[in-house]
């Protein structure tokens, strides 16, 4: 027992390594042992997160299905998910005696599982099956994938569904595809078993049954979205031959590479946890979506040649530009920039050469409003990622911008509502009551007239500063003008973005708490009109103005912090049930509000930043099965944690600067290209140190509450010293504030 004893601990430390350390210091845990895949999983209203197994940015994807963690039982065991937050395509079920009751041809594709003793990791999964006595492991590769069944009682055997599909069996292979929804989309299965069944049959399901014996059976697995040929050469490319250790290892390491691009140090066990946990899920989409040299678009529906530069897709570029996209800058920068080559590509797969919005594995959506891709394709350049066509890419968001409807959710053409836009600058609301009769008008989503106004006239400074790059005078100057057209929406008298009608009339009577229905949708997006109060990201210096100077400015934050909701909670979360993660009317759990906090430091008030972000981390991301206040929607919030606990933020993706905050940690080190690193350094460290008293950057006093990527770049160390108390005199003279509106060369 003792020699046991020893040889498991060998084996566990071998596991955490590799180790990392700070001049000397080392520390036992790895940064994927500080991931808990489980925070979040019980959602405060909507979606809740999902621990999701699978290796950084890659086509196999796997989790647990079920609602949420609260859940009493599986519904069969998960083989790819083919979608963020979407179900499993195909269903393994193992079994011992279940389908010996059951007709052939009536088996339903998935059994459902009472389970115990889960443990989920980035790189692997186990559960019990109480119900038939059966202990499973699982570990995934990129495209591909092992389970390892241990059965204790009975004889083991194997229920292999496909819904929407069709599958066969030889002897211990299984093969097949699955249709995703009513798309034309098709993901391919290849299965073997390590031991050859005794009797087999197809019917909606394959049913395998083995020698009771035989109480291991080894099931690996390759998945395609071209072909079952494909999906079994990704199997025997990445899986064949190889134990579930060996795997486990790997895929130890991957992550261990991937995470330790930026390694911490505090004495805040939860804050790593926290941390880790954030970056890790910013690594589950794009994904990869390259087999072998080629790859299938649903762009299209056909399968292209990738030439050497692998395809990325699903994607909620909504949700993602403002801080996914920021991060993977600066530590993925080739699979960035693959990213937005993929992009281009898509555009010109598609009907009409526009940039996409939500590219998924089933096609572009079109989700949500706005067309963001052009903030993503400016960020990335500006910050040094210029390796793809610059001017194809500026064609594909122009053309999306001025030839798709601007309507939300619709991939039709320009409208009347789009000229109108043109003419005037805004997009007309309709009033309360009044009967849409414009068809590219989604019937649920409506008009957003604000958002859309505010999102677009974004876009147009993001398209004025492409053209610029590309010395396209006229365009710059056209869009640049453009940009400024949230002047039409704003309401001198109320302070807010107030929608107007075709005629030029500020709709009334007007609610900013909760006019606008369902989700505020007639006039805004998914929130009020107190959040999309501050959404003019490239032209915050212009917007104090708007609100009568810097202490008015601040003022009007402080008040939305302070506003109550003015409703019992589930009257107005019935309404508004993305609005969650409520202090006053500010909502943590929704991307419009990430950039607000830090909007203090434009008004000379950064210590007011400092306060706020420190209280927000606290309050609403915890270690725990609540620890994300609302959805989650594929690394755009957990973005906002990693960069919010680093001490910085990126408010204007396509401006090169970040936003200080309030550093969490002791030291933070990120990994850059060419063996650099930039580093935080808390002097008069504590965790409950949120204030900061002064700063040095590269050695140097610095007195402004922003620094630029090029500085980062460099390999800086920024030295912040630390306090309990604010001191308010730090980076609070006018020349301090970030800029913005443009920042020429």
Request: with cysteine.
């Amino acid at each position: 027992m003792k020699r046991k004893i020893q040889d498991c601990l060998a084996y566990r430390l071998f596991l955490l390594l590799p180790l990392f350390s700070f001049g000397g210091c080392v520390e036992i845990k790895a940064p994927v042992d500080y991931v808990n895949p489980y925070m979040g999983n019980i959602s405060h209203l909507l979606v809740p997160t999902y621990p999701t197994v699978h290796l950084p940015n890659s086509m196999l994807r796997i989790y647990p299905q079920r609602e949420d963690y609260t859940s009493n039982k599986l519904k069969g065991l998960p083989v790819i998910v083919t979608s963020h937050r979407g179900n499993s395509a195909f269903s393994i079920n193992p079994f011992n005696s279940f389908c010996d009751s059951l007709e052939k041809g009536s088996r339903s594709s998935f059994i459902l599982y009472n389970y115990d003793n889960e443990k989920i990791k980035p790189y692997y999964y186990s559960v019990f099956l109480s119900d038939y006595d059966i202990e499973v492991k699982y570990v995934p590769s990129h495209q591909s994938a092992l389970y390892q069944l241990d059965f204790r009682t009975g004889q083991p055997g194997l229920l292999i569904g496909a819904t929407n599909g069709e599958l066969h069996v030889e002897k211990n292979k299984v093969f097949g595809y699955q249709q995703i929804g009513s798309y034309e989309t098709r993901v391919y299965l290849y299965l073997e078993t390590d031991v050859v069944p005794l009797q087999t049959e197809e019917g909606n399901t394959v049913v395998m049954k083995f020698p009771e014996n035989d109480k291991r059976i080894n099931l690996r697995y390759g998945i395609s979205f071209i072909s079952v040929d494909q999906a079994k050469k990704n199997m025997e490319r990445e899986v064949a031959g190889k134990d579930l250790e060996t795997l486990t290892r790997t895929g130890r390491t991957i992550w261990n590479d991937a995470l330790g691009k930026i390694q911490v140090k505090g004495n805040c066990e939860d804050s790593k946890t926290i941390f880790y946990t954030s970056l890790y899920r910013t690594y589950e989409r794009m994904v990869c979506l390259s087999e072998d040299g080629q790859y299938y678009s649903a762009f299209d529906n056909q399968v292209h040649q990738d030439s050497g530069v692998p395809f990325y897709t699903d994607d909620w570029i909504w949700d993602t530009y403002r801080a996914t996209h920021p991060l993977r800058i600066l530590l993925e920068p080739e699979r960035e920039k693959y990213m937005i080559q993929s992009f281009i590509r898509m555009a010109g797969q598609m009907k009409h050469f526009w940039m996409p919005t939500f590219p998924e594995i089933t096609g572009d959506s079109r989700r949500m409003n706005s067309n963001h891709g052009v903030a993503t394709v400016l960020d990335a350049y500006v910050k040094g990622i210029t390796d793809f066509d610059l001017k194809e890419a500026y064609r594909a968001c122009k053309n999306a911008i001025t030839e798709k409807t601007l309507a939300p959710w619709s991939d039709m053409e320009a409208g009347k509502l789009d000229s109108f836009y043109v003419s005037n600058g805004y997009f007309p609301a309709l009033a309360s009551g009044e009967e849409e009769v414009v068809s590219e008008v989604h019937s649920f989503e409506k008009r957003q007239a604000v958002a859309v106004t505010l999102g677009t006239v974004y876009d147009e400074w993001c398209l004025a500063q492409i053209a610029r790059l590309l010395d396209n005078k006229e365009d710059y100057n056209y869009f640049l003008q453009r940009s400024l057209n949230y002047h039409q929406l704003f309401n001198a008298e109320t302070k807010f973005f107030h929608p107007k009608d075709s005629e030029g009339n500020f709709i009334t009577p007007f609610d900013y708490r909760y006019s606008g229905g369902m989700g505020g949708r007639d006039y805004y997006g998914e929130n009020n009109g107190w959040v999309y109060r501050w959404d003019v990201p490239h032209n915050v210096a212009d917007l104090i103005k708007l609100m009568g100077g810097k202490e008015a400015f601040v003022d009007e934050l402080e008040k939305m912090f302070d506003t109550p909701l003015g409703k019992s909670k589930y009257e107005f979360f019935s309404r508004f049930p993305d609005h969650t993660g409520n202090v006053g009317q500010f909502s943590m759990a929704n991307e419009p509000c990430l950039h607000i906090p830090y909007l203090y430091n434009y008004a000379n008030k950064p210590w007011m930043t400092q306060k706020k972000i420190r209280t927000l981390l606290e309050e609403w991301f915890r270690n725990d099965l609540m620890g994300m206040p609302g959805d989650e929607d594929g690394g755009g919030m957990s973005a906002f944690i990693v960069f919010s606990q680093l001490g910085f933020y990126p408010v204007t993706p396509g401006l090169p600067i970040y936003v200080i905050g309030s550093p969490v940690f002791e030291r933070a080190k990120i990994q850059l290209s060419d063996d650099k690193t930039f580093e935080v350094y808390c002097h008069n460290y504590s965790p409950k140190h949120k204030y900061i008293q002064s700063v040095k950057l590269d050695g140097v006093e610095w007195d402004k509450s922003w620094f630029s990527h090029e500085e980062l770049m460099k390999g800086n160390k920024l030295e912040v010293t630390m306090g309990a108390y604010p001191n308010k005199e730090w980076a609070s003279q006018d020349q301090s504030v970030p800029p913005s509106f443009e920042m020429r060369k």
